[in-house]
């Protein structure tokens, strides 16, 4: 088994993952990870060049042959295994995950949940990779349809999930038979080294999976581009995934893009408001609001407009903020200063658009230097305006009153994105109705806008992405496509559709 990250005097130090060995790039140029807690360096990586794409790449191809013809429930029995290991070294990845990333400790330990539990349900794909038979229209012949790989796919992830995106895409990538280049999140790959390891324990085959570290305006540019990558999967921002789209288009790639949003959160009158506080506290603060499906509008009816916000207010500056492995802590730092300071553009601008309730300063003094820490943030706004149009991706929520469910609906809907969605309502009519309603990938009800459960399909309309969608049964067809067979066995030529 390769070493994945080298403990030198200096810093532990960490190459590609290409053909199963770990090498450096040629480049000699290295980049560091940080936890964005305290500043602390936690590994150097060596900077991934177009090159080194290229050579993955070649990986890549030679070890795909192999890999296809493996059965899938054997290709299943490695994730199977790598779920095991997982599911051993959760608190040591947990951990990892809030150092490297900076969501809470409960929260990292979840980003390996869910990773675990995507494996154990795309394991059991291996065997249920249906295709269908049919009667033909002619005698003695039978048709069908069977699933192939696509080939050498790339895969492109964010550094908000990043143990459990990438294993959403890896895994379903592998059970159904290709081989893997990974260029993974820059400001989090040290979580990917370790996926690496525990997949290289599992026993995953060399060249099946090669992971090049570095940034996307070269090593991702490359994996996109580069012809013998047969399809893209990516998630990621709304202005990257057009880039991403429109390089693979001319080479007429299959991509699957998962990018933001701006999920609301629907309050109703008759709503169990203790529910929904809950849930709009968890949906707009957990993670420090750097989800793609973080609840970032609360739309409030009028009629429990100043009741729940007295309730909210009051929640709200009562969350911990801090560093993410001590267990008292609600809110931890947004993952670097340019975040950071994208951020706090926004709150200026609810500043002048808007009117602040609580919350909006950055958070100074002590172990608060080290990292970059926003106060949770609430402003109440009208709809249209820039921070309740725009995706934040930090801790904070705009919140709009409403009059009606359907001005409720309207404004839910009349945005760019249409991710996630929640309704809390205790009439069953509405509750449908929303679901009918809402312009959504996915619709919560009486349930905050994040927590998807991974054997779901996931993913959005309108600029979330492309129509596509991932995990769940969507896992399947976007790693495969499908092969129609048709076998005569009346020893004649049959001619379909001709007269006679
Ligand atoms: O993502 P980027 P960032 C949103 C959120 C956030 C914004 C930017 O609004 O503020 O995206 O975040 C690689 N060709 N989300 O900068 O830039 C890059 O190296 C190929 C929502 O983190 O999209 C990284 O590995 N690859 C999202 C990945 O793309 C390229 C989660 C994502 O980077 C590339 C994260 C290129 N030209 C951010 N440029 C979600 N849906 O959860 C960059 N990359």
Not at 187 to 215: D, R, S, W
Not at 258 to 270: A, S, T, Y
Request: aromatic share 8%.
């Amino acid at each position: 088994m390769g070493v994945a990250i080298r403990e030198t005097v200096e810093l532990q130090t960490c190459g590609h993952y290409i053909g199963g060995q770990w090498v450096y790039s040629a480049s000699d140029q290295w980049f560091q990870t940080a936890n964005p807690a305290t500043g602390e360096t936690l590994a150097q990586f060596s900077r991934g060049t177009e090159d080194d794409v290229r050579r993955a790449i070649d990986a890549a191809e030679a070890a795909f042959p192999a890999w296809k013809r493996t059965p899938a429930p054997k290709r299943a029995l490695i994730l199977l295994k790598a779920a095991m290991i997982m599911t051993e070294r959760k608190d040591e990845l947990g951990a990892l995950v809030s150092a490297e990333m900076g969501k809470v400790i409960a929260e990292g330990r979840g980003d390996v949940q869910e990773a675990i539990d995507f494996l154990e349900y795309i394991a059991g794909e291996g065997r249920r990779m249906y295709g269908e038979t049919t009667p033909s229209e002619l005698p003695d012949k039978f048709c069908m349809t069977v699933r192939q790989p696509l080939g050498v796919v790339g895969c492109i992830t964010p550094w908000n999930f990043p143990i459990a995106i990438p294993i959403w895409k890896l895994g379903a990538a592998l059970v159904t038979g290709n081989t893997v280049v990974f260029k993974p999140a820059e400001q989090t790959p040290l979580c990917m080294a370790k996926i690496t390891e525990v997949f290289e324990e599992a026993g995953l085959p060399a060249g099946v999976l090669n992971v090049v570290y570095g940034f996307g305006e070269d090593a991702g540019a490359e994996v996109v581009a580069n012809p013998r990558v047969k399809a893209i999967s990516f998630t990621g921002g709304v202005e990257t995934g057009r880039i991403v789209y429109t390089s693979a288009a001319k080479h007429l790639k299959p991509v699957e893009l998962e990018l933001g949003g701006k999920n609301p959160q629907i309050v109703m009158d008759d709503a169990n408001l203790d529910l929904a506080l809950d849930g709009v506290l968890f949906g707009a603060f957990g993670t420090a609001g750097q989800r793609c499906t973080a609840t970032s509008r609360l739309l409030l009816h009028e009629a429990v407009y100043d009741a729940f916000m007295d309730r909210l207010v009051t929640a709200v500056e009562a969350l911990r903020v801090g560093n993410p492995l001590d267990p008292g802590v609600d809110v931890g730092p947004v993952i670097n200063d340019e975040a950071g300071e994208r951020i706090m553009d926004f709150i200026a601008s609810g500043k002048r658009e808007a009117t602040l309730i609580t919350g909006g300063e950055r958070l100074t003094g002590g172990d608060y230097d080290q990292g970059f820490y926003i106060q949770p943030t609430i402003f109440a706004t009208e709809h249209g305006t820039r921070i309740s149009q725009q995706e934040i991706f930090g801790p904070v929520l705009s919140v709009i009153k409403v009059r009606s469910y359907e001005e409720a609906v309207a404004i839910a809907n009349d945005i760019e994105y249409g991710l996630s969605s929640s309704i809390y309502t205790k009439d069953v009519n509405r509750a449908f109705q929303a679901v009918q309603d809402l312009e959504a990938g996915i619709t919560y009800i009486n349930a905050p806008t994040i927590g998807a459960e991974v054997h779901l399909p996931f993913g959005g309309t309108k600029n979330t992405g492309n129509g596509g969608r991932e995990a769940g049964s969507a896992a399947i067809d976007e790693f495969t496509e499908i092969k129609t067979v048709f076998v005569d066995y009346s020893n004649r030529l049959q001619k379909a559709q001709i007269d006679g």
